[in-house]
């Protein structure tokens, strides 16, 4: 029988969000535990069913995929021992790939999504990515309007520059989209969602609809470096 996520994974993580301490959390590791383990098998029968539209998830586990639930906190101001949620980035080389992916975040309260996209890259990607965008602005237009993504995923997200990138002029077709220096596609999953026995199917066609962004934004990352 397929793996469905559990609506006890998304307690655990709601009453995380309440009680953020290590105190709390050694507590209710055996909660953790479980829940992990849910979102793991979960994983592991998606990637399967993403290989024939996408080589990326072939040979990869769950655990290749899945981020730590301990925050870094050394320098920040938020001092929260675990993150509230469980993510997973599907890209090649795992979690720890700068490549455009996949991204399944997992939360409670309605704050669950799938993303794709390209997230803050480094100088030579990005430089690579708006010279494609210079390049080839109809047909990143195209996939934009594309009903597939457009009805899942609306507009693209992502921090950008509050001027116009060097090497371009303002006057740019394309400048809306260069002054990007992340390219996101994000669509919110409510819990009902998240919840229902077609989760999967709704990740997958998500994966599937945006399949086409990462594969514009993937392209000239190519020969970057060669």
Do not use: C
């Not at 959390?25 to 992990?36: E, G, I, L, S, W």
């Not at 309007?145 to 394309?174: C, V």
């Not at 990740?203 to 000239?220: G, I, Q, S, W, Y």
């Amino acid at each position: 029988m397929a793996t469905t996520i559990e609506k006890s994974t998304l307690t655990f993580l709601s009453d995380l969000t309440q009680n953020n301490t290590r105190e709390w959390f050694q507590q209710h590791k055996p909660r953790y535990d479980a829940a992990r383990k849910n979102y793991l098998a979960f994983l592991d029968e998606l990637l399967p069913e993403m290989e024939p539209f996408e080589p990326a998830a072939h040979g990869q586990t769950g655990k290749d995929l899945v981020f730590r639930i301990y925050r870094d906190v050394r320098f920040s101001n938020d001092k929260r021992p675990y993150k509230d949620h469980f993510g997973a980035y599907i890209a090649e080389g795992g979690r720890k790939s700068i490549l455009p992916g996949y991204y399944l975040h997992l939360a409670a309260n309605n704050k669950s999504f799938v993303a794709g996209g390209l997230w803050m890259p480094p100088a030579n990607y990005l430089k690579a990515v708006r010279q494609e965008l210079d390049y080839n602005l109809e047909e990143f237009e195209g996939i934009l309007q594309a009903p597939a993504f457009k009805d899942r995923f609306g507009t693209i997200s992502g921090e950008q520059l509050k001027t116009t990138p060097k090497g371009y002029e303002k006057e740019n077709p394309a400048i809306e989209y260069l002054r990007y220096k992340s390219w996101n596609a994000v669509m919110p999953l409510s819990d009902k969602v998240v919840l229902g026995k077609d989760f999967r199917q709704v990740v997958l066609e998500a994966f599937r609809a945006v399949k086409p962004f990462n594969d514009f934004l993937t392209a000239p990352l190519r020969d970057v470096g060669e």
